[in-house]
């Protein structure tokens, strides 16, 4: 979710922008680490080991695969805060080439059919040398080069193509993408080689460089931004802010049919809010040939209409949110083949700090926070399901990543502990705890809206529980739907009290944390700011050695969660289900989920 105030980061699925991508009503990732709930096909996908490889399979050529994709997509450009949807950078991964792709096991996988290599070079200055694949050609036939790299830096680092102001709402100037990070540290991108050599030089160390140029943010045709702006073809290095505006905004409005894509397919049709239709592209010159006749991605913004499409053959994918109906029902489909799984995906509830009262008593966060029985709300809800998930210890790193501590539970956070919860009130001098609740200086507290992604139902069910949590301390709770199509607006513009939904996180925490954790940070909605925390940050950001990277963002935790911003409740399962005829489709429980390997999807041979 990489920064503009109004970015929505890497790591959210936001209509207005987000994978971290922003999830709300839709999926969002995939699983790849521990889960139940599996059965033939995908059986082996949550056995430690087998994520990359789980419900594999030789494929026959022909037939046709739809997949779901649980929000339409209303513009194209994923680097963008707005464009940044984890259904758009669902459609967009398939047709566009980036360096490193998140893999299902939680890390991350050099493209060959783009780069051969990328290799650090060195440490003072931090050197990156990219060797591009000699046959990596957009499908206009025009190669890819360095140009397109230097075109990515400069729209993407915040001072070469500016964000609009605060005062354009319309933002029809500038670059608003949806993280700097790193790329603000970058010093040069040069090619040599005719173009198929990129060399990176950075001015600041930057730890997660394997996110640089992907990792779920592919690369858009350069030449392409030159031609539509005037610009020199080639000559990225020198595009005016102006220039790159114009194929910046390009890529907004336009999809993928109309300008050159470099994939194992071609986008052939979108028809808004129903479907895209993709055919394997004849100048694809990856290593996996696609074996499908057609690849469809079918909008059905109902998930309890999932499972009703794939059993009567309409989709032969489905990637909804868990719901204990919906899980039965897909158990009960003939020759369909499904998986529960946990990944960077994690649901939490968050404070906003630009309400008064909220903003002004650390006390009062504090006990809201413990009053909440984290317990609870998993028994009621994803534990129906998936016995398995339990509270989530960390606002950084989820179980099974390196560098993952739980620094919440010592707190009393999440524990649903009444006296401990009242007794931060008594001691902060609130009056009329357990009735009415006032502040020290008299003024009563709430009541607070809590606010979800209509026809949620668990979440629904959070929003009622924490109402049910919070009214023992005498806070009065309203619960108050947003529609799917309304997070990013409800989010940028400070409208809640207390919101629950999930990020669906990038393999890299130190530029997740940047983009939530800062001050102004992109994902940074509810308005933390605490210096220190900025500064650990800062640390972890530009720390190359990935354990005292680690470390660093710990601390800064512990400081944030004895802060109560944000409430980390669990790792969200995620639910895949496909038809058994089909091999090569798994869960990725990252930012770019299931289909970030289309070209080996394929019919069973």
Request: one cysteine or more.
């Given at each position: 979710?990489?920064?503009?105030?109004?970015?929505?980061?890497?790591?959210?699925?936001?209509?207005?922008?987000?994978?971290?991508?922003?999830?709300?009503?839709?999926?969002?990732?995939?699983?790849?680490?521990?889960?139940?709930?599996t059965?033939?096909g995908?059986?082996?996908?949550?056995?430690?080991g087998k994520a990359?490889?789980?419900?594999s399979?030789?494929?026959?050529?022909g037939?046709?695969?739809?997949?779901?994709?649980?929000?339409?997509?209303?513009?194209?450009?994923?680097q963008?805060?707005?464009?940044?949807?984890?259904?758009?950078?669902?459609?967009?991964?398939?047709?566009?080439?980036?360096?490193f792709?998140?893999?299902?096991?939680?890390?991350?996988?050099?493209?060959?059919?783009?780069?051969?290599s990328?290799?650090?070079?060195?440490?003072?200055?931090q050197?990156?040398?990219?060797?591009i694949?000699?046959?990596a050609?957009?499908?206009?036939?025009?190669?890819?080069t360095?140009?397109?790299f230097?075109?990515?830096?400069?729209?993407?680092?915040?001072?070469?193509?500016?964000?609009?102001?605060?005062?354009?709402?319309?933002?029809?100037?500038?670059?608003?993408?949806?993280s700097t990070?790193?790329?603000?540290?970058v010093?040069?991108?040069?090619?040599?080689?005719?173009?198929?050599?990129v060399?990176?030089?950075m001015?600041?160390?930057?730890?997660d460089?394997?996110?640089?140029?992907?990792?779920?943010?592919?690369l858009?045709?350069?030449?392409?931004?030159?031609?539509?702006?005037?610009?020199?073809t080639?000559?990225?290095?020198?595009m005016?802010?102006?220039?790159?505006?114009?194929?910046?905004?390009?890529?907004?409005?336009?999809?993928?049919?109309?300008?050159?894509?470099?994939?194992?397919?071609k986008?052939?049709?979108w028809?808004?809010?129903?479907?895209?239709?993709?055919?394997?592209?004849?100048?694809?010159?990856?290593?996996?040939?696609?074996?499908?006749?057609?690849?469809?991605?079918?909008v059905?913004?109902?998930?309890?209409?999932?499972?009703?499409?794939?059993?009567?053959?309409?989709?032969?994918?489905?990637?909804?949110?868990?719901?204990?109906?919906l899980?039965?029902?897909?158990k009960?489909?003939?020759?369909?083949?499904?998986?529960?799984?946990?990944?960077?995906?994690?649901?939490?509830?968050?404070?906003?700090?630009?309400?008064?009262?909220?903003?002004?008593?650390?006390?009062?966060?504090?006990?809201?926070?413990?009053?909440?029985?984290?317990?609870?709300?998993?028994?009621?809800?994803?534990?129906?399901?998936?016995?398995?998930?339990?509270?989530?210890?960390?606002?950084?790193?989820?179980?099974?990543?390196?560098?993952?501590?739980d620094?919440?539970?010592?707190?009393?956070?999440?524990?649903?502990?009444?006296?401990?919860?009242?007794k931060?009130?008594?001691?902060?001098?609130?009056?009329?705890?357990?009735?009415?609740?006032?502040?020290?200086?008299?003024k009563?507290?709430?009541?607070?809206?809590c606010?979800?992604?209509?026809?949620n139902?668990?979440?629904?069910s959070?929003?009622?529980?924490?109402?049910s949590?919070?009214?023992?301390?005498?806070?009065?709770?309203t619960?108050?739907?947003?529609?799917?199509?309304?997070?990013?607006?409800?989010?940028?513009?400070?409208?809640?009290d207390?919101?629950?939904?999930?990020w669906?996180?990038?393999?890299?925490?130190?530029s997740?944390?940047?983009?939530?954790?800062v001050?102004?940070?992109?994902?940074?909605?509810?308005?933390?700011?605490?210096?220190?925390?900025?500064?650990?940050?800062?640390?972890?950001?530009?720390?190359?050695?990935?354990?005292?990277?680690?470390?660093?963002?710990?601390?800064?935790?512990?400081?944030?969660?004895?802060?109560?911003?944000?409430?980390?409740l669990?790792?969200?399962?995620?639910?895949?289900?496909?038809?058994?005829?089909?091999v090569?489709?798994?869960?990725?429980?990252?930012?770019?989920?299931?289909?970030?390997?289309?070209?080996?999807?394929g019919?069973?041979?």
């Amino acid at each position: 979710m990489r920064a503009h105030p109004s970015a929505l980061a890497r790591g959210l699925t936001l209509a207005a922008g987000l994978v971290l991508a922003l999830a709300g009503c839709s999926s969002g990732g995939g699983g790849g680490g521990s889960g139940s709930g599996t059965s033939a096909g995908l059986t082996s996908c949550t056995t430690k080991g087998k994520a990359d490889t789980c419900n594999s399979g030789a494929t026959k050529a022909g037939g046709t695969f739809t997949y779901v994709l649980e929000k339409n997509i209303q513009q194209w450009n994923v680097q963008d805060a707005n464009g940044n949807t984890f259904e758009n950078g669902e459609a967009l991964g398939v047709v566009l080439p980036q360096v490193f792709v998140p893999q299902p096991d939680l890390t991350v996988a050099l493209n060959t059919d783009l780069v051969t290599s990328a290799t650090q070079t060195g440490t003072g200055p931090q050197t990156i040398v990219y060797k591009i694949n000699p046959k990596a050609s957009w499908n206009d036939g025009t190669p890819i080069t360095a140009d397109d790299f230097v075109y990515y830096w400069r729209t993407n680092d915040g001072k070469d193509c500016p964000p609009p102001p605060a005062s354009d709402a319309t933002q029809t100037k500038g670059c608003l993408p949806q993280s700097t990070a790193g790329y603000d540290r970058v010093k040069s991108v040069t090619g040599s080689d005719g173009g198929k050599t990129v060399t990176v030089v950075m001015a600041k160390p930057f730890s997660d460089w394997k996110s640089l140029f992907g990792a779920g943010y592919p690369l858009y045709p350069a030449h392409v931004a030159e031609k539509l702006s005037g610009a020199k073809t080639g000559d990225a290095a020198h595009m005016t802010a102006a220039q790159m505006t114009e194929g910046w905004q390009y890529f907004q409005k336009t999809p993928p049919t109309k300008y050159a894509t470099a994939g194992p397919y071609k986008m052939q049709q979108w028809v808004d809010n129903d479907h895209a239709t993709y055919v394997p592209d004849p100048k694809w010159w990856g290593a996996h040939k696609p074996s499908l006749q057609r690849l469809i991605f079918k909008v059905i913004t109902d998930a309890t209409q999932e499972p009703i499409a794939l059993q009567n053959n309409e989709v032969q994918g489905i990637y909804p949110q868990p719901e204990v109906d919906l899980v039965k029902q897909v158990k009960d489909i003939p020759n369909v083949t499904y998986t529960i799984g946990n990944g960077l995906n994690w649901e939490h509830f968050d404070l906003n700090l630009h309400n008064p009262v909220i903003g002004k008593y650390k006390a009062l966060r504090q006990a809201m926070f413990t009053a909440i029985s984290v317990k609870d709300i998993v028994s009621k809800t994803v534990g129906q399901f998936d016995p398995k998930v339990n509270h989530l210890g960390n606002h950084n790193f989820v179980p099974g990543q390196a560098g993952y501590q739980d620094v919440v539970t010592a707190t009393g956070q999440g524990s649903g502990d009444l006296a401990k919860a009242k007794k931060y009130l008594t001691d902060a001098r609130f009056t009329g705890v357990g009735t009415a609740l006032k502040t020290p200086d008299g003024k009563t507290v709430g009541p607070f809206n809590c606010r979800y992604t209509t026809g949620n139902q668990i979440r629904q069910s959070e929003c009622q529980i924490l109402q049910s949590n919070l009214a023992s301390l005498g806070i009065k709770v309203t619960i108050k739907p947003i529609g799917a199509a309304d997070l990013g607006t409800v989010l940028v513009g400070h409208q809640y009290d207390i919101i629950v939904f999930a990020w669906v996180a990038s393999p890299f925490p130190s530029s997740n944390a940047q983009q939530n954790w800062v001050t102004g940070g992109g994902g940074n909605y509810g308005g933390y700011s605490d210096k220190t925390v900025d500064k650990l940050v800062a640390q972890a950001v530009g720390e190359t050695d990935q354990t005292k990277a680690a470390a660093l963002l710990n601390q800064a935790d512990k400081i944030m969660t004895d802060d109560a911003y944000v409430l980390p409740l669990y790792q969200k399962p995620t639910f895949l289900a496909v038809q058994t005829r089909f091999v090569n489709v798994r869960d990725n429980a990252t930012n770019v989920g299931p289909p970030y390997n289309t070209a080996e999807w394929g019919l069973k041979k």
